[in-house]
């Protein structure tokens, strides 16, 4: 079995930072992407950043300048750094993976969520 799991939200003033990870585990034969997708209260799903092996991140128009994505392949961990963060940035943001392992691959394989509040 293979899981993602986040970690590092909070509750923030408007200008904060944070930092969230998210660690893949289980038996992984590779990765073949990792992302950012969050949902704000009334809101869809939106994609934050992805990053894949040999790319360029991508980022949301509304992120772009103040997130920064970044994985370490070692610790099979990605990262998304959060600055300058605003109000509309609350959201349960949500890790997700392309992820093959030993026994098949995953094509989508969520996390369970942390929570990012800014205050303003």
């Known amino acids: 079995q293979v899981q993602l799991v986040e970690s590092g939200g909070g509750l923030v003033h408007t200008g904060g930072s944070l930092r969230l990870s998210c660690a893949a585990s289980g038996s992984i034969s590779s990765i073949h992407r990792l992302g950012w997708y969050r949902r704000a209260p009334g809101k869809q799903r939106e994609l934050v950043a992805e990053i894949t092996s040999g790319s360029n991140p991508n980022y949301a128009d509304s992120v772009k300048g103040r997130f920064t994505i970044s994985r370490d392949n070692a610790k099979k961990t990605v990262y998304l750094q959060m600055n300058n963060l605003k109000p509309e940035d609350t959201a349960v943001y949500y890790c997700?993976?392309?992820?093959?392992?030993?026994?098949?691959?995953?094509?989508?394989?969520w996390g369970q969520g942390t929570q990012v509040t800014v205050s303003s």
């Open positions: 997700n993976g392309d992820i093959s392992t030993p026994y098949g691959r995953y094509s989508i394989l």
